[in-house]
């Protein structure tokens, strides 16, 4: 059964940090599985049917960046929002909007910032209508 709120795929390769995702979010009320890379969450998205995705960029085998390519040019994940939190060059971040990410976040964060992207790509505020096309518009701040 979903949280209250939703169910979040939180993707990290630091154990810590997936965990530290993981009980901000529970607190919140929301339903949380996590994930340590980006193949795990490829195997585990069509299974657990998150509301949001989180991703960290820098982790092995697939790396967030890559991860979001793949979930957007897959018809079944497409419309999922997905939020970077990584401690993130500007580079990646670049990355990220071409790859049709929706909100950044960077680390160190501070959870209720984190509690607040959430929910805002839960309720898919600022986000435009889906309409299959992601591009530099989409990708929001965490200051937006």
Partial sequence: M???YGRVLVVDDNKVIRQLIKVNLELEG???VTAADGAECLDLVHQVRPDVITLDVVMPRLDGIQTAIRLRADPRTRHLPVAVVSACTPYEA???VAAGIDAFLAKP???SELVRIVHRLMRREGLPPLDGRHGAGRA???AG
Avoid: W
């Fill in 94 to 96: 670049d990355s990220g």
């Fill in 109 to 111: 964060f501070e959870p």
């Fill in 30 to 32: 929301f339903e949380v």
């Fill in 140 to 142: 929001g701040s965490a």
């Fill in 2 to 4: 979903p949280g209250a």
